[in-house]
């Protein structure tokens, strides 16, 4: 009898956590996860082969208290071992938390190669060469990973390798291409207070003011000193490392609040500063040294996470603004913001999307009088797509004869007119990961008011400080 009644106990709480299901409710935003919709056997009126395999995800999501145990097993992990019960998150000493994505740049492996760095900064500077076409002012900044910062903090069973990382080796080619950047880790490294969250991938408010104070004086521009600002330090602000780690852990971070009101509004509806699009306006006025002046125009900021605590400041100092995480770079929204000051806000880890994705924007046409060789049996490709008004050319260069700092030249030679164009040294498709990062290249090419003729299309490339031609791919009929 005792032993039936064991049997049954035991059943019993093998099905608590999947009978509990129907009255318990998770929180998967907060373990950086999508909720999926409970699976169907049948969709579309078509069986659904992959069933059983996401009904066996589905379950391992949802089951009753699953983060109540989950968040028990990484406090035993991290107290008794110091591990993490997450891979994306590594357990660093005194409490720190640091994202497992940013381990490649801490210990400075599977860096990108010289041609990679290079086209980086090449995107970043065609870019900045539309902006100014414009007459706008443009400027990049990239914000470092907390262990670039607080690696102090990191487990000593990582031990960096000797050599520059990929911001380093970005820093240096955007100097050689004249881009204009803003690096921002000595002024945030020499700050007394903590600029970081210690459970949070992002800086804080004192670190967000901070880095928006030196990108508004490389644009420039007079603004608020937060130096001279008041502020409390509140344990107020849920981090998300905290979170994936101990989802069902209240603990919080402190965070800075300044007193300073700020009176910008938001033109969209703003959830969130994480969404996707903010639009904010601000009819204020402000004070400085000299009387009152009127906020600065409009400003174009495409940005990823770190913009989140950066959105409130900078909005406070234009009188429009428009945030985007919209990838690829859309430079259409530059005439639709009428932005005078376009910033570009990338984190450090993510340096290499920039490879990932041409910007949408009109190839700038190129002088070029330089011979030319063409090259026998190029394995060079093209594919162009045409699209209100729009050609689009992409593919790849032959790798016998780039350099790794070549640019990549579209060549239309036609009968009568022969005209030259800059390309993107980057992959049409971000999610192509059969594409080759350091060779691939893309423009979208206006050809509305191209003069008619019968276009021949060519690559033209440097090797060894000679340009080659790859002759004959593809060719544009404009009549």
């Known amino acids: 009898m005792k032993k039936k009644l064991f049997i049954i106990i035991f059943m ?15 929180d998967l935003s907060i373990e950086k996860k999508h909720d999926e919709a409970l699976p169907q056997p049948v969709t579309d009126g078509k069986v659904n082969l992959q069933f059983f395999q996401e009904l066996t995800d589905y379950m391992a999501d949802h089951f ?11 406090g035993v992990k991290a107290d008794l071992f110091q591990s993490s019960a997450n891979e994306k998150v590594i357990v660093g000493k005194d409490g720190w938390l640091f994202f497992e994505e940013t381990l490649d740049d801490y210990m400075k492996r599977n860096c990108l190669n010289k041609r990679q ?15 100014e076409a414009c007459d706008a002012d443009f400027v990049f900044v990239a914000a470092p990973n907390k262990n670039t910062l607080y690696g102090e903090y990191m487990p000593d069973r990582y031990v960096p390798l000797n050599g520059q990382g990929n911001l380093n080796a970005l820093i240096t080619s955007m100097k050689e291409q004249g881009v ?22 992002h800086w804080n408010n004192l670190g967000a003011s901070i880095a928006c104070e030196n990108i508004l004086d490389a644009l420039g521009k007079k603004h608020t000193s937060y130096e001279k600002e008041a502020y409390t330090r509140k344990k107020s602000f849920a981090g998300d490392l905290q979170g994936m780690l101990f989802p069902k852990s209240s603990k919080k971070d402190w965070n800075v609040i300044y007193s300073k009101k700020q009176d910008y509004r938001y033109t969209n509806k703003v959830v969130s500063t994480e969404q996707m699009e903010i639009r904010t306006e601000n009819k204020s006025v402000d004070s400085s040294a000299g009387g009152k002046k009127t906020k ?31 990838v690829p770079y859309d430079l259409s929204l530059l005439s639709q913001s009428k932005a005078d000051d376009v910033v570009i806000e990338l984190a450090q880890r993510q340096i290499p999307t920039l490879l990932g994705g041409v910007p949408y924007m009109m190839a700038p046409g190129v002088s070029f009088d330089k011979d030319v060789e063409e090259i026998k049996g190029t394995t060079a490709t093209m594919e162009t797509e045409k699209q209100d008004g729009v050609l689009r050319v992409s ?11 070549s640019p990549v030249y579209i060549s239309f030679y036609g009968e009568k007119n022969l005209l030259m164009f800059e390309a993107f040294p980057s992959v049409y498709d971000p999610m192509d990961e059969k594409a080759d990062r350091s060779y691939s290249y893309g423009a979208y090419i206006d050809i509305s008011s191209m003069p008619s003729d019968n276009y021949r299309l060519e690559i033209i490339t440097k090797k060894d400080r000679n340009y080659y031609t790859t002759g004959f791919l593809g060719e544009y009929v404009i009549k």
């Open 64 to 74: 009753a208290f699953r983060q109540e145990l989950i968040t028990a097993d990484a």
């Open 296 to 326: 600065h125009r409009n400003i174009l900021m495409y940005r990823d996470s770190f913009g989140n605590a950066l959105v409130p400041f900078v909005a406070q100092e234009y009188k429009k603004g428009f945030f985007t995480k919209e």
């Open 12 to 26: 019993g709480l093998l099905l608590v956590p999947f009978v509990g299901m129907r009255f318990y409710k998770a």
């Open 395 to 405: 593919g790849q260069t032959d790798t016998r004869f780039t350099d790794d700092d």
């Open 180 to 201: 204009h950047y803003v690096d921002l880790r000595e002024v945030l490294s020499e700050q007394k207070e903590q600029v970081y969250h210690k459970l949070d991938t």
């Open 117 to 131: 760095i290079h086209n980086c900064a090449r995107v970043l500077k065609l870019i900045e060469q539309g902006v």
